[in-house]
C-alpha cells in the first residue's frame, strides 16, 4: 500500500485491507456493501473511497455498540478504538479496573508480541 493518508484506494489496495487475494473479490464485496467503484478518466485503475470501505467494515460492529449501549454507543466505539479498557466493561460508569501485573511473569517471544504489549502497556500507564 503506497499511501496510507490518501482519501483513496485504488481495488489492489482494498484486496490487502479485506484480505483477499483477488481484486475480483473486492469488488462483489463492494457490490454487496453498495460501495461506489470509481475509475480514473482515460485509464483502467479502479479505486474507492476509503471512508466508505470504513464504514462498511464497521457497520456491524456499530450495529451491536447501539443496540448493547444504547445512545452510549459512540462512546464505547471511541473507547474500543483507543483500548481504553475501563469503558470495555461500562462505558456509563468511570469504575477502574485493576491492572496489577505481576513483574517478569511472561516473556514476549516475537517481535509482534513485543509491539503488541509495548502499545498495550503504554494505553494501561494512562489509566
Not at 467494515?57 to 466505539?77: C, S, T, V
Not at 471511541?78 to 470495555?88: D, G
Not at 516473556?107 to 489509566?127: D, G, M, Q, Y
Request: glycine fraction near 4%; charge should be positive; hydrophobic fraction near 35%.
Amino acid at each position: 500500500m503506497k499511501n496510507l493518508q490518501s482519501p483513496i484506494l485504488t481495488l489492489n489496495d482494498a484486496a490487502i485491507l479485506l484480505h483477499y487475494t483477488d481484486t475480483r473479490s473486492v469488488v462483489k464485496w463492494c457490490e454487496r456493501n453498495d460501495i461506489p467503484i470509481f475509475s480514473e478518466e482515460g485509464g483502467k485503475r479502479k479505486y474507492i473511497i476509503k471512508q466508505q470501505l470504513e464504514q462498511a467494515r464497521l457497520k456491524d460492529f456499530i450495529g451491536y455498540l447501539k443496540n448493547k449501549h444504547g445512545e452510549q454507543w459512540m462512546d464505547a466505539y471511541q473507547s474500543y478504538m483507543n483500548l481504553h479498557l475501563p469503558l470495555f466493561i461500562n462505558p456509563n460508569t468511570e469504575e477502574k479496573i485493576n491492572l496489577n501485573f505481576k513483574k517478569n511473569t511472561y516473556r514476549p517471544k516475537s517481535e509482534h508480541e513485543k509491539n503488541f504489549l509495548a502499545t498495550l502497556l503504554k494505553k494501561t500507564s494512562t489509566l
